[in-house]
């Protein structure tokens, strides 16, 4: 089934949940997240998808109800953005601690106030540390493809963490782009059915969440860290079998014409795009320029990024979040401790952009890039960063 | 004592899936419920327990009480865990990945967490209709972090936060009415119940697992570590507290209230309040008060019972058809 088909990249996610046949979805509406679940809500009543549809109150129900469904032993799947994410807040971090294989889509948002409905990435940022396994994806296919390839690797008993497929909102959430979709039995290969290491069920009688004293406290995080640097090999068997699947290939560290390249742009989620766009035209115009884009967050791939960030004189970083008061920002603190060690150690230059929905353009990207050339200062000071397009 | 020991588990379950060696603290009442609500429900049964006393001393890693599946994810959302259990056992069951057995699914929470902070997810999932059974068991104040007052603590209670001073009598306003609540949800089925009425607690959570859809049952759990009590009153202070009426032991069953102690003239205040050394500080008037409002509530209690009576229905269904009648000829006419 390799027919391209338009449609709003929203539709091919829950498309894709339809495929992976969830068992039970629970969402609260919020903006942009809502035609995915307003689809999936259709799938269900149309019958095309036998899942319980479960109508939460809140986005913190939400999250707590797929706890309890993955927790039964269900393929359980949200979707939030924004002040849902944040609602969830809590519950994020005790889904991965208890280990239970959770899909969620965030089409990422600005976090209020003031309120925004636009995209940016401070609602994913302030959730950074929640122990899941997140990918950024670039356009429409990437969103699709990665919904499947989050319920394969989420549920894989070498793995059992929940998943975040971060996916900018309205950027990349409403557009209507050409898909390549899966038919059920293709995808029935490729995601077997969930076999949960651990569920609650009365032949067997499980405690799940019990609470730890100081002596355990540490060996359970010591663990549960360990599950996720250790999940890198099923993610990456992930992508390996979805492309003997699809041909579609995915790795953690995405370049694009870096051979050569002095300066280096890096960037995650649906900026990739227009920013290939911009190096295309700094590359006719001679300037050895490349871009280095990051799919997988976490569990961060320091080895994939330092190979692909090797030999550049000069990087710059683009953030879509202000770490307030940080001494970077979210991306360029966490690259910039990666190349630390590094010699000779690149000149790293930081650029918050498109926050609040605040276009990006390639021109924009020209500028930053045609000014770190000129720039030299490493290590600048504390918080300096370019805040680009701000009127001041 | 030989007879009893033949007659009790003719009657009761002797097994037990909340086994001793938990931690609670001594004379809790809380914990002789729990016991006797597991012997009630069996073990076909997924617990959700939220965080407070009933899941801190049942819980620590390695160790458990429970002999069921039991899931502890946070404080506030017992009510959205247990819809999400049961919304996953449905679809599996469904779906014939698991066999059709009729897993219950029961919530355990106690007042803080139904009453304040875990209030809307219960009302959310209560509304959305799921076939589970959500039990609050009030003790009337947040004991696990140390006493303090909650939507649910009496009127006049001393709390660490309600403390009695110059300025305050305690507690400052009257016990959130949660049955009730719960009864405005037009749910199948809502009960009161108490440890110290353990045939009474067990028909009631048999009753609660039997209906179709959600039901909610409000179990005192007498406290002698926050009430100020002494360990060996718990089960009197239960039984003073349904015969003076300040937790009257009723049932909603499809909307139709029965009150199940009803002692006629209700013990006098005094005689409750009195054993808890959390109301001393309490001068007479205050008790006359407390004792006004609650004669008050436990006559709109039978009011209730009469109003949803079989009798009261029919003799409304009869005053009914007659005007309906009329109108009927009247309509034709024009």
């Given at each position: 089934?390799?027919?391209?088909?338009?449609?709003?990249v929203?539709?091919?996610?829950?498309?894709?949940?339809?495929?992976?046949?969830?068992?039970?979805?629970?969402?609260?509406?919020?903006?942009?997240?809502?035609?995915?679940?307003?689809?999936?809500?259709?799938?269900?009543?149309?019958?095309?998808?036998?899942?319980?549809?479960?109508?939460?109150?809140?986005?913190?129900?939400?999250?707590?109800?797929?706890?309890?469904?993955?927790?039964?032993?269900?393929?359980?799947?949200?979707?939030?953005?924004?002040?849902?994410?944040?609602?969830?807040?809590?519950?994020?971090?005790?889904?991965?601690?208890?280990?239970?294989?959770?899909?969620?889509?965030v089409a990422n948002?600005?976090?209020?106030?003031?309120?925004?409905?636009?995209n940016d990435h401070s609602d994913v940022m302030a959730s950074r540390d929640?122990?899941w396994i997140q990918y950024f994806v670039e356009n429409g296919q990437e969103a699709f493809d990665h919904t499947?390839i989050a319920?394969?690797v989420?549920?894989?008993?070498?793995?059992?963490?929940?998943v975040i497929v971060n996916l900018d909102g309205?950027i990349l959430s409403?557009m209507?782009e050409?898909?390549?979709?899966?038919?059920?039995?293709?995808?029935?290969?490729?995601?077997?059915?969930?076999?949960?290491?651990?569920?609650?069920?009365?032949?067997?009688?499980?405690?799940?969440?019990?609470?730890?004293?100081?002596?355990?406290?540490?060996?359970?995080?010591?663990?549960?860290?360990?599950?996720l640097r250790?999940s890198r090999a099923t993610i990456d068997k992930g992508w390996q079998?979805f492309a003997?699947?699809t041909g579609r290939k995915y790795q953690a560290v995405e370049t694009y014409k870096t051979e050569g390249a002095e300066i280096l742009m890096l960037s995650m989620g649906a900026l990739g795009e227009t920013a290939s766009v911009a190096v295309d035209r700094m590359r006719d115009q001679g300037l050895p320029v490349g871009l280095v884009k990051l799919r997988l967050w976490r569990p961060f791939p320091s080895d994939d990024l330092l190979k692909a960030l090797g030999g550049a004189k000069k990087i710059v970083v683009m953030d879509r979040a202000i770490s307030?008061?940080a001494a970077a920002n979210p991306v360029a603190a966490e690259v910039t401790s990666l190349l630390y060690d590094t010699e000779p150690r690149p000149c790293i230059f930081n650029s918050v952009v498109g926050l609040?929905?605040r276009d990006v353009r390639v021109e924009d990207f020209e500028a930053i890039v045609k000014k770190a050339m000129q720039g030299h200062s490493y290590p600048g000071?504390?918080g300096d960063y370019d805040l680009i397009g701000?009127?001041? | 004592?030989?007879?009893?020991?033949?007659?009790?588990?003719?009657?009761?379950?002797?097994?037990?899936?909340?086994?001793?060696?938990?931690?609670?603290?001594?004379?809790?009442?809380?914990?002789?419920?729990?016991?006797?609500?597991?012997?009630?429900?069996?073990?076909?049964?997924?617990?959700?327990?939220?965080?407070?006393?009933?899941?801190?001393?049942?819980?620590?890693?390695?160790?458990?009480?429970?002999?069921?599946?039991?899931?502890?994810?946070?404080?506030?959302?017992?009510?959205?865990?247990?819809?999400?259990?049961?919304?996953?056992?449905?679809?599996?069951?469904?779906?014939?990945?698991?066999?059709?057995?009729?897993?219950?699914?029961?919530?355990?929470?106690?007042?803080?967490?139904?009453?304040?902070?875990?209030?809307?997810?219960?009302?959310?999932?209560?509304?959305?209709?799921?076939?589970?059974?959500?039990?609050?068991?009030?003790?009337?104040?947040?004991?696990?972090?140390?006493?303090?007052?909650?939507?649910?603590?009496?009127?006049?209670?001393?709390?660490?936060?309600?403390?009695?001073?110059?300025?305050?009598?305690?507690?400052?306003?009257?016990?959130?009415?949660?049955?009730?609540?719960?009864?405005?949800?037009?749910?199948?089925?809502?009960?009161?119940?108490?440890?110290?009425?353990?045939?009474?607690?067990?028909?009631?959570?048999?009753?609660?697992?039997?209906?179709?859809?959600?039901?909610?049952?409000?179990?005192?759990?007498?406290?002698?570590?926050?009430?100020?009590?002494?360990?060996?009153?718990?089960?009197?202070?239960?039984?003073?507290?349904?015969?003076?009426?300040?937790?009257?032991?009723?049932?909603?069953?499809?909307?139709?209230?029965?009150?199940?102690?009803?002692?006629?003239?209700?013990?006098?205040?005094?005689?409750?309040?009195?054993?808890?050394?959390?109301?001393?500080?309490?001068?007479?008037?205050?008790?006359?008060?407390?004792?006004?409002?609650?004669?008050?509530?436990?006559?709109?209690?039978?009011?209730?019972?009469?109003?949803?009576?079989?009798?009261?229905?029919?003799?409304?269904?009869?005053?009914?058809?007659?005007?309906?009648?009329?109108?009927?000829?009247?309509?034709?006419?024009?």
């Amino acid at each position: 089934m390799s027919k391209r088909i338009g449609m709003e990249v929203s539709i091919a996610v829950a498309e894709a949940v339809k495929l992976a046949n969830a068992d039970v979805i629970a969402a609260y509406p919020i903006t942009p997240q809502t035609h995915i679940v307003e689809h999936l809500s259709e799938l269900v009543a149309d019958g095309d998808l036998d899942a319980e549809y479960v109508c939460v109150e809140s986005e913190h129900s939400a999250m707590s109800a797929v706890v309890g469904a993955s927790a039964a032993g269900a393929r359980s799947y949200t979707a939030t953005a924004s002040q849902g994410l944040a609602l969830m807040h809590e519950i994020l971090f005790i889904a991965s601690s208890m280990r239970l294989p959770i899909v969620m889509t965030v089409a990422n948002r600005a976090l209020s106030g003031p309120l925004s409905i636009w995209n940016d990435h401070s609602d994913v940022m302030a959730s950074r540390d929640c122990g899941w396994i997140q990918y950024f994806v670039e356009n429409g296919q990437e969103a699709f493809d990665h919904t499947l390839i989050a319920f394969r690797v989420a549920e894989d008993p070498e793995v059992s963490l929940p998943v975040i497929v971060n996916l900018d909102g309205f950027i990349l959430s409403h557009m209507i782009e050409p898909h390549v979709l899966l038919d059920d039995e293709e995808v029935a290969r490729y995601i077997p059915p969930f076999r949960p290491v651990n569920r609650l069920d009365p032949d067997n009688p499980v405690t799940m969440g019990d609470f730890a004293m100081p002596e355990f406290y540490t060996e359970v995080k010591k663990s549960q860290e360990m599950a996720l640097r250790n999940s890198r090999a099923t993610i990456d068997k992930g992508w390996q079998e979805f492309a003997e699947l699809t041909g579609r290939k995915y790795q953690a560290v995405e370049t694009y014409k870096t051979e050569g390249a002095e300066i280096l742009m890096l960037s995650m989620g649906a900026l990739g795009e227009t920013a290939s766009v911009a190096v295309d035209r700094m590359r006719d115009q001679g300037l050895p320029v490349g871009l280095v884009k990051l799919r997988l967050w976490r569990p961060f791939p320091s080895d994939d990024l330092l190979k692909a960030l090797g030999g550049a004189k000069k990087i710059v970083v683009m953030d879509r979040a202000i770490s307030f008061g940080a001494a970077a920002n979210p991306v360029a603190a966490e690259v910039t401790s990666l190349l630390y060690d590094t010699e000779p150690r690149p000149c790293i230059f930081n650029s918050v952009v498109g926050l609040g929905g605040r276009d990006v353009r390639v021109e924009d990207f020209e500028a930053i890039v045609k000014k770190a050339m000129q720039g030299h200062s490493y290590p600048g000071p504390v918080g300096d960063y370019d805040l680009i397009g701000v009127r001041e | 004592m030989e007879n009893l020991n033949i007659y009790v588990p003719r009657l009761l379950d002797s097994r037990e899936y909340f086994t001793p060696g938990q931690r609670a603290c001594q004379g809790c009442g809380e914990t002789v419920a729990l016991r006797q609500i597991m012997k009630s429900v069996g073990r076909n049964v997924i617990l959700a327990n939220a965080t407070g006393c009933s899941e801190i001393i049942s819980s620590p890693f390695p160790q458990t009480a429970w002999l069921v599946p039991w899931i502890h994810v946070a404080f506030e959302n017992v009510a959205a865990v247990a819809s999400g259990v049961e919304a996953g056992m449905k679809a599996l069951e469904r779906k014939g990945a698991l066999p059709k057995r009729n897993v219950k699914v029961m919530a355990i929470a106690g007042d803080g967490a139904t009453a304040d902070i875990g209030f809307q997810a219960l009302s959310g999932a209560v509304e959305r209709g799921h076939n589970f059974v959500y039990v609050c068991l009030d003790n009337e104040a947040y004991m696990n972090t140390g006493i303090q007052r909650s939507s649910s603590t009496p009127f006049g209670a001393m709390t660490t936060t309600s403390p009695p001073g110059r300025m305050s009598k305690g507690q400052k306003t009257w016990k959130k009415n949660l049955p009730e609540i719960m009864v405005a949800h037009e749910i199948p089925y809502v009960a009161t119940a108490s440890p110290s009425y353990p045939f009474d607690l067990i028909r009631k959570v048999k009753r609660a697992v039997e209906v179709d859809g959600p039901a909610y049952l409000h179990v005192l759990a007498v406290c002698p570590t926050g009430w100020r009590s002494a360990g060996e009153e718990t089960i009197r202070l239960g039984r003073l507290a349904a015969e003076s009426g300040v937790f009257p032991l009723y049932e909603v069953d499809q909307g139709k209230y029965t009150i199940n102690l009803d002692p006629g003239e209700l013990k006098p205040m005094k005689e409750y309040l009195g054993l808890q050394g959390r109301f001393r500080h309490l001068k007479p008037e205050d008790l006359e008060y407390i004792e006004d409002r609650v004669h008050t509530n436990f006559e709109k209690l039978r009011a209730k019972v009469r109003m949803t009576s079989e009798e009261d229905k029919a003799s409304r269904k009869a005053t009914k058809q007659k005007p309906k009648k009329g109108k009927t000829a009247a309509r034709s006419k024009k």
